[in-house]
């Protein structure tokens, strides 16, 4: 158990739907990151976020957001929904931001998109 | 991140050493080699971290060569729970961001 959490831990929603996908981090980690896994695709890192504020971010959609809340949870927000955006989404997270920083990945939140 | 080159299948008979190679030639002298697997569709776990100087932990050792330009990560007496992909990365040293990169990895078949 890495400690980081996620739910809902399966979602199945149709086309054009919104859905937000939420995360708790290790306790005392301030970094969270986002990453999607798409079926037989690598882990594509989409956003990070430190101390709330947005620090470095990937090949995210703009249809995709997502925010760090004062309490270091995270969620991310999938909006007008495509079946190409099926995947598994991992979060992560880390005491500080930066190299040399170990990353610790929930078990991720499978969406599938009918 | 700097390039890493990873054979990308390999498999260990149980209870042997699974030795995995890695290539970062293009490594800087403050650049880490980070070690990462995904047992499948599980979130990736970290495995280990080195600089320059070999380490081991209770999962692996990894071996890293003087010019650091290759590692070697080991499992010393693999088990069928080692089946995964593993993932060598090498992230950019002294930016602000934390996130790493995952290549395609190595594929490790553990079999009976």
């Known amino acids: 158990d890495s400690g980081v959490t996620q739910t809902p831990k399966h979602l199945i929603t149709a086309t054009g739907q919104r859905v937000t996908l939420r995360c708790s981090p290790r306790s005392g980690d301030l970094s969270v990151y986002w990453y999607q896994q798409s079926l037989d695709q690598g882990l594509q890192f989409l956003i990070q976020?430190?101390?709330?504020?947005?620090?470095a971010k990937g090949n995210i959609l703009e249809r995709f957001s997502a925010q760090q809340f004062p309490d270091l949870h995270s969620e991310l927000n999938l909006s007008s929904l495509e079946l190409g955006d099926s995947a598994l989404y991992f979060c992560?997270?880390?005491?500080?931001?930066?190299?040399?920083?170990?990353?610790?990945f929930g078990e991720g939140s499978w969406l599938t998109v009918v | 991140d700097a390039k890493t080159t990873q054979p990308p299948s390999m498999d260990c008979a149980e209870g042997r050493a699974a030795n995995l190679p890695c290539n970062h030639s293009t490594i800087s002298g403050n650049e880490y080699v980070y070690w990462y697997r995904q047992i499948h569709s599980q979130g990736p776990q970290y495995i280990i971290h080195?600089?320059?100087n070999n380490e081991t932990n209770e999962m692996a050792s990894l071996i890293i060569t003087e010019d650091r330009k290759s590692s070697t990560l080991i499992l010393p007496h693999a088990t069928l729970r080692d089946t995964a992909v593993y993932y060598c990365i090498v992230p950019p040293p002294g930016g602000s961001q934390g996130n790493l990169i995952f290549g395609k990895g190595t594929k490790l078949s553990v079999k009976p």
């Open positions: 992560a997270s880390s005491v500080r931001s930066g190299s040399g920083n170990t990353i610790y």
């Open positions: 976020y430190y101390n709330g504020e947005e620090r």
């Open positions: 080195g600089l320059k």
